[in-house]
C-alpha cells in the first residue's frame, strides 16, 4: 500500500520591501487575520539561545538586547554560553526533551545560534568542532509538542569568507506569478512546516559585528520591540531593509562592504511574537 506524504513548500528571501504583485481582489485571495490564519500564541513562548563568545568581541551585547527582547515578548528563555559542538546537540536535544515531557502548551520556540561559521553552513563550537545547522533544526523539528507550531531560529555566523561590495540598482523586467491557493487544510502536516530560520548573511558570506554587537542583533531588536503585535516576516523584511543601507568595514579592510539577510520559510500563518 502506498505511504501518504505530504510536500512543504519553503520560500527564501532577502526582499527590502512589500512586493505586490498586482490588484488583489479579497475573493480571489484571503490573507485572513482571523484566527485561522495565524499561530496561536495563548501558550508558553520558549527560547534557547547558545551562545560563542570566545573571539566574538560584541556578543555580550548582543545578548543584552536579546534578554530585554524576550522580556518584552514574554519568552521564557534560556542561555548556554560558550557551548562546545557537542554542546549545541545536547542543549538542543535536552530542550527538546523537556518541552515534550513537561505537558505544558507551547505557542512558539526561538533558537538564537551565535558562533563562527563555515562555508559549508556548519558552527564552530568553542572547541573549534563543527555542528550542522540543519541537523539542530531536524532536532528541534521532532519536537511533538512543537508540532504545528512555529519554530523561529536566528543564527549569527559568517557562512562563508566572501565579502559583498553592492552595487547599483538597475531596472528588471516585471515578472508576477501567482502562488498556488489550498483551500482544504491536510489533516496531517509536513515534518518540515512551521519553521523560520534568519541568517545574518547569505551563504558564502562574512557576517559583521564589533564591540557594539552585531548589526543583524541589533536591528531585530530595534525592529520588534517597536511594533511586536506585527507579523513576522514583514518586520523581519524591515530589518533587511535597514540592514542593506548600511555601510560596513570590514576588520582586515577599509573598503565598504553591504550586508543582507537570507529568510527561509515554511511558515503556513502569520506569526506575531506578543499578543
Known amino acids: 500500500m502506498p505511504t501518504i506524504?505530504?510536500?512543504?513548500?519553503?520560500?527564501?528571501?532577502?526582499?527590502?520591501?512589500?512586493?505586490?504583485?498586482?490588484?488583489v481582489r479579497s475573493q480571489d485571495l484571503e490573507l485572513s487575520p482571523t484566527p485561522e490564519g495565524k499561530y496561536d500564541m495563548s501558550g508558553a513562548k520558549v527560547a534557547l539561545v547558545l551562545c560563542v563568545t570566545q573571539d566574538r568581541p560584541g556578543a555580550e551585547q548582543d545578548l543584552k538586547a536579546l534578554k530585554r527582547l524576550f522580556q518584552?515578548?514574554?519568552?521564557?528563555?534560556?542561555?548556554?554560553?560558550?557551548?562546545?559542538?557537542?554542546?549545541?546537540?545536547?542543549?538542543?536535544?535536552?530542550?527538546?526533551?523537556h518541552l515534550d515531557a513537561c505537558g505544558t502548551t507551547v505557542s512558539c520556540a526561538?533558537?538564537?545560534?551565535?558562533?563562527?561559521?563555515?562555508?559549508?553552513g556548519?558552527?564552530?563550537?568553542?572547541?573549534?568542532?563543527?555542528?550542522?545547522?540543519?541537523?539542530?533544526?531536524?532536532?528541534?523539528?521532532?519536537?511533538?509538542?512543537?508540532?504545528?507550531?512555529?519554530k523561529v531560529f536566528l543564527l549569527q555566523g559568517c557562512r562563508g569568507g566572501n565579502r559583498d561590495p553592492g552595487?547599483?540598482?538597475?531596472?528588471?523586467?516585471?515578472?508576477?506569478?501567482?502562488?498556488?491557493?489550498?483551500l482544504q487544510r491536510p489533516s496531517t502536516?509536513?515534518?518540515?512546516?512551521?519553521?523560520?530560520?534568519?541568517?545574518?548573511?547569505?551563504?558564502?558570506?562574512?557576517?559583521?559585528?564589533?564591540?557594539?554587537?552585531?548589526?543583524?542583533?541589533?536591528?531585530l531588536v530595534e525592529v520588534i520591540i517597536a511594533d511586536p503585535d506585527h507579523d513576522l516576516l514583514?518586520?523581519?523584511t524591515e530589518v533587511n531593509r535597514?540592514?542593506?543601507?548600511?555601510?560596513?568595514?570590514?576588520?582586515?579592510?577599509?573598503?565598504?562592504?553591504?550586508m543582507n539577510l537570507e529568510i527561509r520559510s515554511s511558515l503556513r500563518k502569520q506569526l506575531c511574537l506578543k499578543i
Open 242 to 258: 535597514r540592514l542593506c543601507e548600511m555601510d560596513v568595514l570590514g576588520l582586515d579592510s577599509d573598503e565598504i562592504r553591504k
Open 189 to 219: 502536516l509536513p515534518s518540515q512546516a512551521d519553521i523560520l530560520q534568519i541568517y545574518a548573511d547569505m551563504q558564502g558570506y562574512v557576517a559583521y559585528r564589533d564591540e557594539n554587537g552585531s548589526d543583524f542583533i541589533q536591528t
Open 122 to 150: 556548519q558552527l564552530l563550537g568553542a572547541d573549534g568542532q563543527m555542528v550542522g545547522v540543519e541537523e539542530m533544526v531536524r532536532e528541534l523539528s521532532a519536537c511533538q509538542v512543537l508540532q504545528g507550531k512555529a
Open 234 to 236: 514583514e518586520l523581519l
Open 5 to 23: 506524504g505530504h510536500k512543504c513548500p519553503v520560500f527564501q528571501s532577502s526582499l527590502r520591501g512589500a512586493l505586490y504583485l498586482g490588484r
Open 72 to 97: 518584552i515578548l514574554g519568552f521564557k528563555s534560556i542561555l548556554k554560553m560558550d557551548p562546545t559542538a557537542q554542546d549545541f546537540r545536547k542543549e538542543l536535544a535536552q530542550f527538546r526533551e
Open 110 to 120: 526561538l533558537i538564537v545560534l551565535m558562533a563562527h561559521g563555515e562555508p559549508q
Open 167 to 182: 552595487k547599483r540598482p538597475r531596472a528588471l523586467p516585471w515578472l508576477g506569478r501567482w502562488l498556488q491557493h489550498w
